[in-house]
């Protein structure tokens, strides 16, 4: 069943707006370092290139998927697209730390629709198992993506930083590809916009969907904040780590996220998916402790593997529950709205941990988001309860 899912040109078309819609954030971090000294910025400031690219979604992918749903998937898909691709090439050419973040706004609306219309059009194609197997098989993809970029951008940014900004130019022949070949199920939506509405409230407005919502932020704070934002500053105060070495480690994550991500199918055969959220759950905050201890090459190891373990299960099954939660007509919306929440956690995240980071101790910062994964544990068994 597995191999056939690998042998539709669609799921591969998925992979690469997959991998673009990681690559806004993943492939820069390695060159913040060397951005902090060219600006003459402090480590709080450059967390905005991160929080402004992520921003727009929070107010954008709502919208967005409301129109995915009323009049396609591609339509809104498209121009997409092509905003990331030019808004973040032409962060290459900016002068100043302020048109550089506002090239990244530009990008971020681009953006804004790319994580959830991907997993949406997953949802739309294949049912069951096989969706299970396919949203398993996209978050591996997803890691491929966050474990290659940084090391890709730390490559790049050891010449100069500005070429780690210039890849998203890249997803333009994907979006030609995109145009012509990918394949969506039409959606046919003759209903009002008020009942339509209505219909996405009442999947929307449920205990379950809630905790699982509040969840996905919880994890993205995480992900956005003390990983992606202050790990790399870890790596060079702890290890007096270049960027090169930088990405290297970060995507050691991400090279064990991609794959458990791609064993989901088997876990869960074997584990019901509320059992895979509480197990991630607590392997978040076990690597965040032996993270804000990590001060020799073992430790730092251990908890950067454990960190891929538990992101691994965690993405693709809450994905694939929450993609189940929606009928066809109304999934666009519901996803999106997932979308928005992950940038709400995006958002958060570096801000919420900058404010740990005090008198220039990282230590806080990862202590801060053990305790969010402890925070995660509660929700689950109180708000998403059982899960098949």
Not at 37 to 62: D, E, M, N, S, W
Not at 163 to 179: K, R
Not at 210 to 225: A, E, M
């Amino acid at each position: 069943m597995g191999n056939r899912i690998l042998k539709d040109s669609n799921l591969y078309i998925i992979f690469g707006i997959t991998l673009f819609a990681v690559m806004g954030v993943a492939s820069i971090t390695p060159a913040f370092p060397q951005v902090i000294k060219h600006y003459g910025l402090t480590a709080r400031q450059i967390g905005y290139l991160i929080t402004v690219f992520t921003l727009p979604g929070i107010f954008k992918t709502p919208f967005l998927g409301i129109l995915a749903d009323r009049i396609g998937r591609k339509t809104i898909l498209i121009p997409s697209m092509v905003l990331f691709g030019v808004a973040g090439f032409l962060c290459v050419f900016q002068k100043s730390y302020e048109g550089l973040l506002a090239m990244r706004f530009f990008q971020g609306i681009g953006a804004a629709s790319l994580g959830s219309l991907n997993v949406t059009i997953i949802g739309d194609i294949w049912n069951g198992e096989r969706r299970v197997k396919a949203m398993g098989y996209n978050a591996s993809v997803l890691s491929i993506g966050t474990a290659s970029f940084p090391a890709i951008g730390g490559v790049l940014a050891a010449f100069d930083w500005r070429f780690a900004f210039a890849l998203p130019v890249l997803i333009l022949p994907l979006t030609l590809t995109v145009g012509l070949k990918l394949k969506t199920p039409g959606v046919s939506n003759h209903i009002s916009l008020k009942e339509y509405l209505g219909n996405v409230w009442k999947i929307v407005n449920r205990k379950k969907a809630w905790g699982l919502f509040i969840t996905n932020i919880l994890v993205f704070i995480i992900l956005y904040g003390a990983f992606l934002s202050f790990f790399p500053l870890l790596m060079e105060e702890r290890f007096g780590a270049d960027s090169i070495i930088i990405g290297v480690t970060m995507s050691l994550a991400s090279v064990t996220t991609a794959l458990f991500s791609s064993r989901l199918g088997w876990a869960r055969k074997k584990y019901r998916a509320h059992t895979l959220l509480i197990f991630s759950s607590v392997v978040y905050t076990i690597s965040l402790i032996v993270l804000s201890f990590a001060v020799n090459w073992p430790l730092l190891i251990t908890a950067i593997v454990l960190f891929g373990v538990a992101h691994g299960f965690f993405l693709p099954n809450i994905q694939t529950i929450l993609v189940g939660l929606a009928p066809l007509s109304e999934r666009a919306a519901f996803m999106a709205l997932n979308g928005m929440i992950l940038r709400i956690g995006q958002t958060l995240g570096p801000v919420m941990a900058a404010l740990f980071y005090i008198n220039q101790n990282l230590q806080p910062v990862f202590l801060f988001s053990a305790i969010i994964g402890v925070v995660m544990v509660i929700i689950i068994k109180t708000m998403v309860g059982k899960l098949e």
